[in-house]
Nanobody, 126 residues
Framework: QVQLVESGGGLVQAGGSLILSCAAP????????MGWFRQAPGKEREFAAG??????????QYADSVKGRFTISRDDAKNTLYLQMNSLKPEDTAVYYC?????????????????WGQGTQVIVSS
């Protein structure tokens, strides 16, 4: 049974940093495109960062709103996905979800992801 378990959320001041982790028992994450999505109150869930393949090469992709501040990474030995978030802003406040796609190819489309974690709350105070 596939599980995605996020951790690392919390309350941080603007300008601060957090690292989110996603453990994936039952899934070998290097064989799937993986992503981080976020959902702010009253808003739709949106793509934040993704890692996957184009041919045999690993690629990373970011939403414009987080580019240059967030870094997605993967530790294959630990089978864990990470999201390093720096220079956090109040508008980054959201529930952050780890997701695994049904494809290896990198994708930003929510519907391409068929496994989801329960989410972890990130609150950035001004």
């Amino acid at each position: 049974q596939v599980q995605l378990v996020e951790s690392g959320g919390g309350l941080v001041q603007a300008g601060g940093s957090l690292i989110l982790s996603c453990a994936a028992p039952g899934l070998t994450i290097r064989r799937n495109a993986m992503g981080w999505f976020r959902q702010a109150p009253g808003k739709e869930r949106e793509f934040a960062a993704g890692i996957g393949y184009v041919d045999i090469h690993t690629y990373r992709q970011y939403a414009d709103s987080v580019k240059g501040r967030f870094t997605i990474s993967r530790d294959d030995a630990k089978n864990t996905l990470y999201l390093q978030m720096n220079s956090l802003k109040p508008e980054d406040t959201a529930v952050y979800y780890c997701a695994a796609a049904s494809t290896m190819e990198i994708t930003t489309r929510l519907n391409d992801y068929n496994y989801w974690g329960q989410g972890t709350q990130v609150i950035v105070s001004s």
